[in-house]
Protein backbone atom coordinates (compact mmCIF):
# COMPACT_ATOMS: atom_id res chain seq x y z
CA UNK A 1 0.00 0.00 0.00
CA UNK A 2 2.75 2.67 0.93
CA UNK A 3 5.08 1.86 -2.63
CA UNK A 4 2.03 1.28 -4.59
CA UNK A 5 0.20 -1.02 -6.85
CA UNK A 6 0.38 0.44 -10.24
CA UNK A 7 2.49 -1.00 -13.00
CA UNK A 8 5.73 0.85 -14.95
CA UNK A 9 5.28 4.87 -15.53
CA UNK A 10 7.87 7.23 -15.01
CA UNK A 11 7.54 10.49 -15.53
CA UNK A 12 11.16 12.78 -16.46
CA UNK A 13 10.84 16.74 -16.76
CA UNK A 14 13.69 18.52 -18.37
CA UNK A 15 12.88 22.17 -19.00
CA UNK A 16 9.52 22.27 -21.22
CA UNK A 17 10.14 18.44 -21.64
CA UNK A 18 7.92 15.95 -20.65
CA UNK A 19 9.48 12.57 -21.10
CA UNK A 20 7.42 9.38 -19.77
CA UNK A 21 9.33 5.91 -19.65
CA UNK A 22 6.64 3.40 -19.62
CA UNK A 23 2.36 3.36 -20.01
CA UNK A 24 2.08 0.92 -17.35
CA UNK A 25 -0.73 1.29 -14.82
CA UNK A 26 0.75 3.91 -13.28
CA UNK A 27 -0.44 6.21 -16.32
CA UNK A 28 -3.85 6.65 -15.98
CA UNK A 29 -3.22 8.92 -12.89
CA UNK A 30 0.01 10.81 -14.34
CA UNK A 31 -3.04 11.71 -17.22
CA UNK A 32 -4.99 13.21 -14.56
CA UNK A 33 -2.35 15.01 -13.04
CA UNK A 34 -1.02 16.82 -16.41
CA UNK A 35 -4.40 17.59 -17.31
CA UNK A 36 -4.71 19.06 -13.93
CA UNK A 37 -1.97 20.99 -14.44
CA UNK A 38 -1.69 22.21 -18.34
CA UNK A 39 -5.59 22.80 -17.83
CA UNK A 40 -6.59 24.25 -21.32
CA UNK A 41 -3.11 24.73 -22.45
CA UNK A 42 -2.02 22.30 -25.39
CA UNK A 43 0.24 19.39 -24.14
CA UNK A 44 3.11 18.19 -25.89
CA UNK A 45 4.91 14.55 -24.31
CA UNK A 46 7.09 11.89 -25.24
CA UNK A 47 6.85 8.48 -24.64
CA UNK A 48 9.37 5.78 -24.54
CA UNK A 49 8.55 2.58 -24.54
CA UNK A 50 10.85 -0.32 -23.08
CA UNK A 51 8.59 -3.21 -24.16
CA UNK A 52 5.05 -3.99 -25.12
CA UNK A 53 4.61 -6.78 -22.32
CA UNK A 54 1.22 -5.92 -20.63
CA UNK A 55 2.71 -4.41 -17.26
CA UNK A 56 4.21 -1.50 -19.72
CA UNK A 57 1.32 -0.58 -21.90
CA UNK A 58 -1.59 -1.61 -20.67
CA UNK A 59 -2.39 2.40 -18.95
CA UNK A 60 -2.34 3.60 -22.55
CA UNK A 61 -6.64 3.23 -22.53
CA UNK A 62 -6.51 5.24 -19.47
CA UNK A 63 -4.20 7.82 -20.47
CA UNK A 64 -7.31 10.87 -19.93
CA UNK A 65 -4.57 13.28 -22.48
CA UNK A 66 -5.36 10.89 -25.87
CA UNK A 67 -8.68 11.71 -25.18
CA UNK A 68 -8.12 15.72 -25.65
CA UNK A 69 -7.71 17.36 -28.79
CA UNK A 70 -4.92 19.56 -27.54
CA UNK A 71 -2.46 16.88 -26.67
CA UNK A 72 0.28 15.46 -29.19
CA UNK A 73 1.86 12.19 -28.25
CA UNK A 74 5.22 10.93 -29.68
CA UNK A 75 4.97 7.42 -28.40
CA UNK A 76 9.12 5.70 -29.21
CA UNK A 77 9.66 2.17 -29.13
CA UNK A 78 10.60 -1.17 -30.13
CA UNK A 79 8.37 -3.64 -32.11
CA UNK A 80 6.07 -5.99 -30.20
CA UNK A 81 7.71 -9.39 -30.36
CA UNK A 82 5.53 -10.79 -33.27
CA UNK A 83 3.69 -8.04 -34.40
CA UNK A 84 4.39 -4.04 -35.26
CA UNK A 85 4.62 -1.65 -32.39
CA UNK A 86 1.43 0.04 -33.85
CA UNK A 87 -0.54 -3.26 -33.58
CA UNK A 88 0.76 -4.06 -30.33
CA UNK A 89 -0.55 -0.95 -29.11
CA UNK A 90 -3.91 -0.30 -31.22
CA UNK A 91 -4.85 -4.18 -30.47
CA UNK A 92 -5.85 -3.99 -27.04
CA UNK A 93 -7.81 -1.13 -27.69
CA UNK A 94 -9.89 -3.59 -30.18
CA UNK A 95 -13.59 -3.93 -29.83
CA UNK A 96 -13.09 -7.25 -27.86
CA UNK A 97 -10.82 -5.42 -25.32
CA UNK A 98 -12.21 -1.87 -25.45
CA UNK A 99 -14.74 0.24 -26.19
CA UNK A 100 -13.11 3.50 -27.50
CA UNK A 101 -10.85 2.52 -30.50
CA UNK A 102 -7.21 3.93 -31.09
CA UNK A 103 -8.43 5.40 -34.87
CA UNK A 104 -11.29 7.53 -33.00
CA UNK A 105 -9.03 9.49 -30.45
CA UNK A 106 -9.03 12.95 -31.29
CA UNK A 107 -5.20 13.85 -30.28
CA UNK A 108 -2.44 13.48 -32.00
CA UNK A 109 -0.58 10.61 -31.40
CA UNK A 110 2.41 9.36 -33.58
CA UNK A 111 3.78 6.09 -32.78
CA UNK A 112 7.90 5.45 -34.21
CA UNK A 113 9.70 2.21 -33.95
CA UNK A 114 12.98 2.60 -32.94
CA UNK A 115 15.68 2.63 -35.56
CA UNK A 116 18.46 4.10 -34.34
CA UNK A 117 19.45 3.75 -30.80
CA UNK A 118 20.11 7.01 -30.16
CA UNK A 119 18.27 10.55 -30.42
CA UNK A 120 16.71 13.55 -28.94
CA UNK A 121 13.97 14.90 -27.53
CA UNK A 122 14.66 18.33 -26.39
CA UNK A 123 17.71 19.28 -24.89
CA UNK A 124 17.76 15.59 -23.56
CA UNK A 125 20.15 13.21 -25.70
CA UNK A 126 18.19 9.51 -25.73
CA UNK A 127 20.64 6.10 -26.07
CA UNK A 128 18.66 2.50 -25.98
CA UNK A 129 20.24 -0.96 -25.27
CA UNK A 130 18.72 -4.19 -25.94
CA UNK A 131 17.99 -5.44 -22.40
CA UNK A 132 18.03 -9.21 -20.51
CA UNK A 133 14.50 -9.95 -21.15
CA UNK A 134 12.48 -12.19 -23.17
CA UNK A 135 11.14 -10.53 -26.05
CA UNK A 136 12.22 -7.31 -28.36
CA UNK A 137 13.06 -5.48 -24.72
CA UNK A 138 15.58 -2.30 -24.50
CA UNK A 139 16.21 0.11 -21.78
CA UNK A 140 17.16 4.30 -22.14
CA UNK A 141 20.15 6.45 -20.80
CA UNK A 142 18.75 10.12 -21.13
CA UNK A 143 21.59 12.75 -20.54
CA UNK A 144 20.00 15.91 -19.26
CA UNK A 145 21.88 18.80 -18.48
CA UNK A 146 21.33 18.39 -14.83
CA UNK A 147 22.37 14.47 -14.81
CA UNK A 148 22.29 11.02 -16.21
CA UNK A 149 19.06 8.81 -15.68
CA UNK A 150 19.39 4.95 -16.73
CA UNK A 151 16.17 2.87 -16.69
CA UNK A 152 16.02 -0.83 -17.24
CA UNK A 153 12.63 -1.86 -15.34
CA UNK A 154 12.85 -5.17 -16.82
CA UNK A 155 16.03 -6.77 -17.25
CA UNK A 156 17.96 -10.00 -15.39
CA UNK A 157 21.41 -8.73 -14.71
CA UNK A 158 23.72 -11.53 -14.93
CA UNK A 159 25.72 -13.05 -11.68
CA UNK A 160 28.39 -10.40 -10.38
CA UNK A 161 27.56 -7.52 -12.29
CA UNK A 162 29.80 -8.97 -14.87
CA UNK A 163 28.42 -7.38 -18.20
CA UNK A 164 30.69 -5.24 -20.41
CA UNK A 165 28.30 -3.84 -22.37
CA UNK A 166 25.36 -3.19 -19.42
CA UNK A 167 28.71 -1.58 -17.06
CA UNK A 168 29.41 0.67 -19.89
CA UNK A 169 25.92 1.62 -20.32
CA UNK A 170 24.76 2.81 -16.87
CA UNK A 171 28.23 3.96 -15.84
CA UNK A 172 28.34 6.64 -13.65
CA UNK A 173 24.39 6.89 -13.88
CA UNK A 174 22.89 10.02 -11.36
CA UNK A 175 20.25 7.51 -10.89
CA UNK A 176 19.59 3.73 -11.88
CA UNK A 177 16.21 2.40 -11.81
CA UNK A 178 16.14 -1.38 -11.85
CA UNK A 179 15.25 -4.19 -12.20
CA UNK A 180 15.74 -5.90 -8.38
CA UNK A 181 12.11 -8.34 -8.35
CA UNK A 182 13.58 -11.16 -6.77
CA UNK A 183 15.59 -11.57 -2.86
CA UNK A 184 18.36 -14.72 -3.58
CA UNK A 185 15.89 -17.60 -2.54
CA UNK A 186 12.95 -16.30 -4.60
CA UNK A 187 15.69 -15.99 -8.14
CA UNK A 188 16.62 -19.44 -7.39
CA UNK A 189 13.20 -20.50 -9.07
CA UNK A 190 12.90 -17.71 -11.78
CA UNK A 191 16.04 -17.77 -13.18
CA UNK A 192 15.79 -17.02 -17.13
CA UNK A 193 12.42 -14.88 -16.34
CA UNK A 194 14.28 -11.64 -17.47
CA UNK A 195 13.93 -10.09 -14.21
CA UNK A 196 16.50 -8.94 -11.67
CA UNK A 197 17.68 -10.61 -8.24
CA UNK A 198 18.50 -7.90 -5.65
CA UNK A 199 22.05 -9.36 -5.10
CA UNK A 200 23.03 -8.84 -8.14
CA UNK A 201 21.44 -5.60 -9.11
CA UNK A 202 23.29 -3.86 -6.14
CA UNK A 203 26.55 -5.54 -7.41
CA UNK A 204 26.23 -4.51 -11.16
CA UNK A 205 25.11 -0.72 -9.71
CA UNK A 206 28.17 -1.06 -7.39
CA UNK A 207 30.59 -1.74 -10.28
CA UNK A 208 29.10 0.94 -12.60
CA UNK A 209 29.76 3.63 -9.95
CA UNK A 210 25.87 4.13 -10.12
CA UNK A 211 24.87 6.93 -7.69
CA UNK A 212 21.59 6.43 -6.72
CA UNK A 213 20.13 2.92 -7.49
CA UNK A 214 16.13 3.11 -7.17
CA UNK A 215 14.83 -0.99 -7.03
CA UNK A 216 12.28 -1.76 -9.34
CA UNK A 217 9.61 -3.47 -10.68
CA UNK A 218 8.27 -4.47 -6.99
CA UNK A 219 6.99 -8.08 -7.25
CA UNK A 220 3.16 -8.19 -7.04
CA UNK A 221 3.37 -10.66 -4.09
CA UNK A 222 5.65 -8.17 -2.38
CA UNK A 223 4.37 -5.92 0.27
CA UNK A 224 5.39 -3.37 1.99
CA UNK A 225 7.28 -5.08 4.64
CA UNK A 226 9.40 -7.13 2.56
CA UNK A 227 10.51 -4.20 0.45
CA UNK A 228 11.66 -2.71 3.33
CA UNK A 229 13.66 -5.13 3.71
CA UNK A 230 14.90 -5.12 0.46
CA UNK A 231 16.33 -2.22 1.30
CA UNK A 232 17.81 -2.47 4.36
CA UNK A 233 19.83 -5.43 3.08
CA UNK A 234 20.42 -3.67 -0.37
CA UNK A 235 22.20 -0.92 1.86
CA UNK A 236 24.36 -3.25 3.88
CA UNK A 237 25.94 -4.74 0.71
CA UNK A 238 26.67 -1.17 0.01
CA UNK A 239 28.21 -0.70 3.01
CA UNK A 240 29.99 -3.86 2.86
CA UNK A 241 31.51 -2.70 -0.38
CA UNK A 242 32.95 0.30 1.41
CA UNK A 243 30.80 2.40 -1.56
CA UNK A 244 28.70 5.91 -0.90
CA UNK A 245 26.12 4.39 -3.26
CA UNK A 246 22.48 5.35 -2.42
CA UNK A 247 19.81 3.33 -2.19
CA UNK A 248 15.92 3.42 -2.47
CA UNK A 249 12.50 1.74 -3.65
CA UNK A 250 10.19 2.50 -6.24
CA UNK A 251 6.99 4.37 -4.40
CA UNK A 252 4.04 5.98 -6.47
CA UNK A 253 4.57 9.30 -6.68
CA UNK A 254 8.17 9.79 -5.28
CA UNK A 255 10.45 12.47 -6.97
CA UNK A 256 14.05 12.64 -7.34
CA UNK A 257 15.42 16.51 -8.58
CA UNK A 258 18.69 15.23 -10.35
CA UNK A 259 21.65 17.87 -9.13
CA UNK A 260 19.68 17.75 -5.49
CA UNK A 261 20.01 14.42 -4.75
ZN1 LIG B 1 8.44 -7.66 -19.36
ZN1 LIG C 1 7.47 -5.79 -16.53
Known amino acids: MRYGGNTTCVEVRCGRDIIILDAGTGLRKLGIALLDEFKRRPLNLSLLLSHTHWDHIQGLPFFAPIYESRCRLRILGCEGARKSLVTALTGQMESTYFPVPFSRLPSNIEIEELKDFSFTIGPVLVRALRANHPGVTVGYRLFSPDGIICFFPDTEPRQGGDDREMLDFIRDADVLILDSQYDR ?46 VKYARKLVTKARAKMKIEAAREGMVLKLGGL
Open 185 to 230: AEYQTHTGWGHGCLDESVALALRAGVKKLVLFHHDPDHDDKKIDAF
